[in-house]
């Protein structure tokens, strides 16, 4: 397994799907990476998030071995514990009493053997995935109008556009390589709109921004298409050629939104700014669409898909360079996924369950005489199943779903009540694990050898620099064991990743071997040697042996997957959102993500400096709800809805609606004392796609009454003694940093030893503003710092505190600086606005007062956001601050 390890070595980022290529090194001193300048993605850049992989490796926290009820076992008990669970199931219940839940950060390998493993040899059709919660309605729009689901474009096509749509899609953090490829290629006349009910980071880049009601895109789009028809620019020649269903398209269209003024309306815009962006759209050739999670996350998000694809298909703009809608990926391998079969109603090398001879193909192909009767449970079903009892063995992999899946307190019982419950992971703690009854360690990024593909097919390899930290083994190793172990000897026998991938390609070119039937054709990598394998090149699919480096653009020749290869466009008739704000939930709750962490931070969580953008969880208010709520900007609020609560910081944002607040979806029960999105998110999923509306809940706010608030840092693990009604927590090397808030009064002087683990050494009270802080150190080594102000009460930078706890002994000068929270011989730059420099708000301030008007100037001066440029957003606001 560790053959491949080396010194330094080719790989891809395992967080977004842009799929960045990463040379990452492990020389003694430590791993570092670095941009793979070969790389077709990236050319050599990384994001804040890719240039921080080294800081989130090491052995701290991760699952080092087989857990049975909390003991640990050999992975030969382990084994047999998973696969007698499996086979006494099968045997009472039926096979369908076995479940897997998969996700889209599984290698395609993973993936593929996970698949074959239920659909196949377990013989139960309930395998779904988290690309539920994410990908799945852009798979159902895809399949919809091209017959299967294949992305056009490709990402040049973003820099040869002359107009970008950017529809529910932060790429400013969300994908930020691409991003800075589109901004890199901006030039003159070149447009781009984007639409999001939220001013986002990635508003800096557009002409035009279009605060939509949210859940209104399929009007917009609707309308749009109506009025390309109006300003007479349908390609009907394309249409006559290519396309079925243009009529019944345009007839929904112009019915449900027939001018700019009613489109105006129901998305509640200007109708100038209606007017603007379908003149600019009927005006550009080369466009764009790009769509994520504003579009898929809906209980329409399937015809929001489709109603963008439509307004490409009547105007002839796919397959062409610089015209194509783009939906971009998530999860680094969200597209590996779905080409393996990962979603319960698809079948591996995307193949169905509709189609009788793809079926019998697939057990052909897998040697056996049948497959599970499908389709199987999508996410929110599958859990149900599990919930009503009949799923009794769940097999959950790298996924965290007691936090991302909607209406988390359900999940919970669910997972609570299954009778065997095993979970797959790199990481001991997370809100998932703490409910499985057999824990199995993964080997992680870094550790495991395989392929993903990112948002424009390119599948790129991930290999191993590292050896597997304690007796974690990679997914597709464990998943074939199980296999073995069930009896499978010869189907399960692979002995490495490639074994896996040739597999999985022979299967893409079965009845297809030069890809005209299934765009997904790998026909030209089934042949692959090992060391071909381990050599792999970047390539974007199909690769076939007419094409043997693959193809940027499908479609081009106007031919599509469907059976009589056209296109179909689909009648869209606009509905809202069916979360919908009453007055007990007046205010709609929107969902997503941070620049600097991952999903539920099991991995981001871990590298200190991703923890200077945001460190607490926040809800994002408009001032005018500020009012209505009576909450103020700095203090804690709850919201509570229909199945749970939230607390957070409030953050006074005019970037968004009135009546719509914003929280970030990463912090979780190991993180904060209550502030999981999902509990605001009721399951209610889109009927074609069974994708959750997660971007649209009800809520309703109040302030939340505390009398303090507190920082504490102390050391990781210290006992915790203490109680305080709100905290959320930040793992720094050499300590935990929490923030606290109580709403009973604490005699400080009293208490403390309880919160710092004994008696302080150095302590100072101003009762009188109800102002404590105290510090204890062992021998010399810092031990815990507290810090109390009245609630709302401002503190100071930690940084400088949290630094100490990596020293073995503090020198004087550092004791007496302590209650100072800074080392008071040194300037105070204030908190870090630019994560890649270290560069902090005092000195962006004071080089903004010493006169500097730029953002270009203040990277010449500070080096703030010459790098990976996220923070630049934020510098422009010092600026305008200063200036307007
Ligand atoms: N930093 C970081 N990057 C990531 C991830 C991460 O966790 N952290 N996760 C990755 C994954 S798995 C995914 S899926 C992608 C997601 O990438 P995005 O889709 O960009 O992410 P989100 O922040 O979830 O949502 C995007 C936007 O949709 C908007 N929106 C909400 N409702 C509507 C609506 O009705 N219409 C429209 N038009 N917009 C709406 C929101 O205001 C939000 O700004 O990011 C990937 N990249
Ligand atoms: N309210 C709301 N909910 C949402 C969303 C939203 O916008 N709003 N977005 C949704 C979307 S788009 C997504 S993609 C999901 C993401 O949600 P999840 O998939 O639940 O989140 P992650 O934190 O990425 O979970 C991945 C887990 O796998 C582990 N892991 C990492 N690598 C490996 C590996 O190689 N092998 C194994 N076995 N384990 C590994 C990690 O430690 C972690 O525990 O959240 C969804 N939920
Ligand atoms: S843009 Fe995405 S793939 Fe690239 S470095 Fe950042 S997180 Fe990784
Ligand atoms: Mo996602």
């Not at 941009?35 to 052995?59: F, I, M, Q, Y």
């Not at 290698?107 to 698949?115: F, P």
């Not at 020649?237 to 243009?246: F, I, N, Q, R, V």
């Not at 100490?804 to 730059?829: H, K, M, N, Q, Y």
Request: hydrophobic share 40%; charged share 20%.
């Amino acid at each position: 397994m560790n053959e491949a390890l080396s010194a330094s070595c080719r790989t891809t980022c395992p967080y977004c799907g842009v799929g960045c290529g990463v040379l990452a090194a492990d020389n003694g001193d430590g791993p570092s990476v670095t941009g793979d300048p070969d790389h077709p993605a990236n050319a050599g850049r990384l994001c804040v998030k890719g240039a921080s992989l080294h800081e989130t490796l090491g052995a701290e926290g991760r699952l080092t071995r087989p857990m049975v009820n909390g003991q640990a076992v050999s992975w030969e008990t382990a084994l047999s514990r998973v696969s007698d669970a499996i086979r006494q199931s099968t045997a009472s219940h039926g096979p369908e009493s076995v479940g897997l839940y998969l996700s889209g950060q599984l290698l395609t390998e993973d993936y593929y053997v996970a698949n074959k493993l239920a659909k196949g040899y377990i013989r139960t059709p309930h395998v779904d995935t988290n690309s539920r919660l994410c990908m799945s309605s852009a798979v159902a729009a895809h399949k919809r109008a091209f017959g299967a689901d294949a992305v056009p474009g490709c990402y040049e096509d973003l820099e040869l556009a002359d107009m970008l749509v950017l529809v529910g899609s932060n790429t400013a953090w969300n994908h930020p390589i691409l991003y800075q490829r589109m901004k890199a290629a901006h030039r003159d006349g070149r447009r781009v709109v984007v639409i999001d009910p939220r001013r986002t980071a990635t508003s800096e880049l557009a002409d035009l921004h279009l605060s939509l009601r949210p859940g209104t895109d399929t009007h917009l789009f609707n309308g749009l298409l109506a009025a390309l028809e109006r300003r007479g620019v349908l390609d009907q020649a394309y249409l006559d050629a290519h396309c079925d269903g243009s009529e019944s398209a345009l007839a929904a269209a112009r019915q449900s939104a027939p001018d700019e003024v009613s489109v105006a309306q129901a998305c509640d815009l200007l109708p100038e700014d209606v007017t603007r962006f379908f003149d600019w759209f009927a005006a550009t050739d080369r466009t764009v669409t790009v769509f994520s999670q504003g579009v898929n996350q809906a209980a329409n998000g399937t015809d929001k898909g489709n109603a963008i694809i439509n307004c490409h298909l009547a105007t002839g703009r796919i397959g062409r360079a610089g015209a194509t809608p783009f939906s971009v990926t998530g999860q680094p391998n969200a597209m590996g996924g779905r080409e393996v079969g990962g979603l319960a109603n698809t079948l591996a090398a995307h193949m169905d369950y509709g189609r009788p001879d793809h079926i019998a193909r697939v057990a052909r192909f897998w040697g056996v005489t049948e497959l599970a009767d499908g389709p199987g449970h999508k996410a929110v079903d599958l859990f149900d199943a599990v919930l009503r009892g009949d799923i009794q063995v769940l097999w959950i992999m790298a996924t965290n779903p007691a936090v991302s899946l909607p209406d988390s307190e359900r999940v919970r019982e669910a997972l609570r009540r299954c009778p065997t419950v095993i979970v797959s992971d790199c990481i001991a703690n997370t809100d998932t694990t703490a409910y499985a009854d057999i824990l199995l360690p993964a080997t992680g990024w870094g550790e495991k050898d395989g392929t993903v593909t990112n948002s424009e097919r390119r599948i790129s390899r991930q290999r191993a620099f590292l050896p597997p930290t304690g007796e974690a083994r990679p997914d597709w190793w464990i998943i074939s064991a199980v296999g073995r172990a069930l009896g499978h000897e010869r189907a399960f026998g692979y002995e490495c990743p490639a074994d896996v991938f040739r597999e999985h390609a022979a299967l893409t070119a079965e009845g297809n071997q030069d890809g005209s039937t299934r765009p997904l054709c790998l026909s030209g990598l089934m042949d692959l040697t090992n060391d071909d394998y381990d050599q792999l090149a970047p390539v974007q699919w199909p690769v076939t042996p007419a094409a043997a480096s693959g193809i940027g653009r499908l479609f081009a020749d106007g031919r599509f997957a469907t059976d009589n290869g056209r296109a179909q466009l689909i009648a869209v008739t606009p509905e809202g959102p069916v979360q919908r704000p009453d007055d007990d939930w007046p205010l709609v709750v929107n969902s997503g993500r941070l620049r600097d962490q991952w999903h539920t931070m099991t991995r981001t969580g871990r590298a200190p400096r991703l923890w200077q953008h945001r460190a607490e969880p926040f809800i994002e208010v408009h001032p005018m709800d500020l009012l209505r709520f009576g909450v103020e900007e700095g203090a804690l609020a709850r919201l509570s809805g229909p199945h749970g609560a939230f607390v957070g910081r409030v953050r006074r944002s005019d970037q968004q609606r009135p009546g719509e607040v914003f929280v970030p979806i990463h912090w979780n029960q190991q993180f904060a004392s209550e502030a999981l999105a999902s509990s605001l998110i009721a399951p209610v999923v889109d009927p074609v796609s069974g994708q959750p509306e997660s971007k649209h809940g009800m809520a309703t706010m109040a302030p939340v009454a505390t009398q303090w608030e507190a920082r504490l840092l102390c050391r990781p693990n210290a006992s915790r003694r203490w109680h305080a009604e709100h905290w959320s927590r930040v793992p720094l090397p050499g300590c935990d940093s929490w923030w606290l808030a109580g709403e009973q009064a604490v005699d400080w002087g009293s208490e403390v030893g309880r919160w710092l683990g004994g008696e302080p050494q150095v302590a100072m009270s101003d009762p009188a503003c109800g102002r404590y802080r105290a510090a204890r150190f062992h021998e010399g080594r810092l031990m815990g710092v507290l810090l109390v102000e009245p609630a709302n009460g401002d503190f100071p930078a930690l940084d400088w505190l949290a630094e100490c706890f990596t020293r073995e002994r503090l020198t004087e000068e550092e004791r007496r600086s302590l209650l100072a929270a800074r080392d008071v011989s040194l300037p105070d730059t204030g908190p870090v606005v630019c994560s890649c420099f270290q560069v902090g708000e005092k000195q962006i301030e004071a080089a903004v007062a010493d006169g500097i008007e730029s953002v270009e100037g203040l990277g010449q001066t500070l080096k703030c956001g010459t790098n990976c440029g996220s923070c630049i957003p934020e510098l422009k606001a010092f600026l305008v601050a200063e200036t307007g």
